[in-house]
């Protein structure tokens, strides 16, 4: 029998973690590729789907199978594709659901990580494609060369392409969180953003997808107007601004089967996360 030595990290990480989410990807590929042949082999599902992605080319610590990090060739590849398709518009998450296009794709980037920068210079600027960056306020104040400094958080802000957006000021649970410390991480961590790049801090994402209706309330109180989540899914006009769906590419996804996320294939294990937790 198999037995895994599984330690929770300060920062949050699971230590094993990845042999168990790496399995159930492998199986969920499988189930996904099965479905994409059966519905969506035509076109993108219309709607607007929100990529979200970690890393491009830093190798994520504990992340044992490489979930968390595209390659910089990879991700030319897929930004290559989005950019041709004819059917596909790539616009700004504050526009995304009221833009009448029939398929709109925005990008998203968790954490902070500093290879944003080149991919950023080389890749999105050149093609004009917009993305956001959901940054953590005390991963900034890392002094590793892992994740942005403020420095080059003010730097990339400049860019017309950027939208800098919160995720938490410690990347913990939200919903573990007390309610003084919910206040906490939702201001301190736009305040800092806010004082770093001297613009207005509107939208987040929740750190570990960590989501429920008292965050939902706190979240506004806080005063952002776009929240967005980890489910898996499309998003329409009827989506709640604060519980936006996103679709996660990691580094299993090839070519193929990035085209499949685009097209809806991974839209069930939405439906299939939301049903385990409640």
Same mark, same amino acid.
Request: proline share 4%; with cysteine.
């Given at each position: 029998?198999?037995s895994?030595?599984?330690?929770k990290r300060?920062?949050?990480?699971?230590?094993?973690q990845? =042999?168990?989410?790496?399995?159930?990807?492998?199986?969920?590929r #499988?189930v996904? %590729?099965?479905?994409?042949?059966v519905?969506?082999?035509?076109?993108?599902?219309?709607?607007?789907r929100?990529?979200?992605?970690?890393?491009?080319?830093?190798?994520?610590k504990?992340?044992?199978?490489?979930?968390f990090?595209?390659?910089?060739? @990879?991700?030319?590849?897929?930004?290559e594709y989005?950019s %041709?398709?004819?059917?596909?518009?790539?616009?700004?998450? @504050?526009? #995304?659901?009221? *833009?009448?296009?029939?398929?709109?794709?925005?990008?998203?980037?968790d954490? #902070?990580?500093?290879d944003?920068?080149?991919?950023?210079?080389?890749?999105?600027?050149?093609?004009?494609?917009?993305?956001?960056?959901?940054i953590?306020?005390?991963?900034?104040?890392?002094?590793?060369p892992?994740?942005?400094?403020? *420095?080059?958080i003010?730097?990339?802000?400049?860019?017309?392409?950027?939208?800098?957006?919160?995720? #938490?000021?410690?990347?913990?649970?939200?919903?573990?969180?007390?309610?003084?410390?919910? =206040?906490?991480?939702?201001?301190?961590?736009?305040?800092?953003?806010?004082?770093?790049?001297?613009?207005?801090?509107r939208?987040?994402?929740?750190?570990?997808?960590?989501?429920?209706?008292?965050?939902?309330?706190?979240?506004?109180?806080?005063?952002?107007?776009?929240?967005v989540?980890?489910?898996?899914?499309?998003?329409?006009?009827?989506s709640?601004?604060?519980?936006?769906?996103?679709?996660?590419?990691?580094?299993?996804?090839?070519?193929?089967?990035?085209?499949?996320?685009?097209?809806?294939?991974?839209?069930?294990?939405?439906?299939?996360?939301?049903?385990?937790?409640?």
């Amino acid at each position: 029998m198999l037995s895994l030595s599984i330690q929770k990290r300060p920062d949050g990480f699971v230590e094993g973690q990845g =042999v168990l989410v790496g399995t159930r990807r492998l199986i969920s590929r #499988g189930v996904s %590729q099965l479905v994409s042949r059966v519905a969506y082999t035509h076109r993108p599902r219309r709607g607007y789907r929100i990529l979200m992605y970690h890393a491009v080319g830093t190798r994520v610590k504990g992340d044992f199978r490489g979930i968390f990090s595209v390659t910089p060739d @990879e991700f030319k590849q897929q930004m290559e594709y989005l950019s %041709q398709h004819a059917f596909i518009k790539m616009t700004s998450l @504050e526009l #995304g659901l009221m *833009d009448p296009a029939p398929c709109r794709v925005s990008l998203t980037f968790d954490d #902070g990580y500093r290879d944003i920068l080149p991919v950023a210079e080389k890749i999105l600027v050149p093609m004009g494609i917009p993305f956001v960056l959901f940054i953590t306020k005390s991963y900034a104040q890392r002094t590793g060369p892992e994740y942005l400094s403020k *420095d080059a958080i003010r730097e990339i802000s400049r860019l017309a392409q950027v939208t800098i957006g919160a995720h #938490g000021a410690t990347h913990k649970r939200l919903t573990e969180c007390s309610d003084q410390e919910l =206040v906490t991480e939702l201001k301190t961590s736009r305040e800092f953003l806010e004082d770093v790049i001297s613009k207005p801090v509107r939208i987040m994402a929740y750190p570990h997808g960590a989501v429920n209706e008292r965050v939902v309330q706190a979240v506004v109180r806080a005063g952002y107007s776009i929240a967005v989540s980890t489910r898996a899914g499309i998003n329409n006009s009827a989506s709640h601004l604060m519980k936006l769906k996103r679709t996660e590419i990691s580094g299993l996804d090839d070519l193929a089967d990035f085209k499949m996320k685009i097209f809806g294939a991974w839209d069930w294990y939405g439906v299939k996360s939301w049903v385990c937790k409640t």
